[in-house]
Nanobody, 128 residues
Framework: VLLVESGGGSVQTGGSLRLSCAASGYTVSSRCMGWFRQAPGKEREGVATTDSGGAATYPDSVKGRFTISKDNAKNTLYLQMNSLKPEDTAMYYC???????????????????????WGQGTQVTVSS
């Protein structure tokens, strides 16, 4: 499994970015996948997951601003980020749960955190 993120960059507060995660050796359709971030000195946190049924889950910190989606034809996962804030500054990673099962609701995030394939990350910096 190879996951390659792109689309990070530097924006001002209120700006938007769309992150992409191109998958190889893994079919994104009907799979539990997610976006995570880690800022210096902080723990990694999940910012969006899409479960095996396509249902999306977000923490309160990004709800209403971030949208996770897939393009099955391109075998790519996306994260649209709007109304960005300085506290969104972090390295962003995409993750894919194993193909040995299907994971729904909160079990999608739990399964990824127990073990998943990870991309190399893309940096997002939001300045005030």
């Amino acid at each position: 499994v190879l996951l390659v993120e792109s689309g990070g960059g530097s924006v001002q507060t209120g700006g938007s970015l769309r992150l992409s995660c191109a998958a190889s050796g893994y079919t994104v359709s009907s799979r539990c996948m997610g976006w995570f971030r880690q800022a210096p000195g902080k723990e990694r946190e999940g910012v969006a997951t899409t479960d095996s049924g396509g249902a999306a889950t977000y923490p309160d910190s990004v709800k209403g601003r971030f949208t996770i989606s897939k393009d099955n034809a391109k075998n790519t996962l996306y994260l649209q980020m709007n109304s960005l804030k300085p506290e969104d500054t972090a390295m962003y990673y995409c993750a894919a749960a194993p193909t040995t099962g299907r994971y729904f609701g909160p079990y999608c995030l739990q399964r990824i955190e127990r073990g998943a394939a990870w991309g190399q990350g893309t940096q997002v910096t939001v300045s005030s």
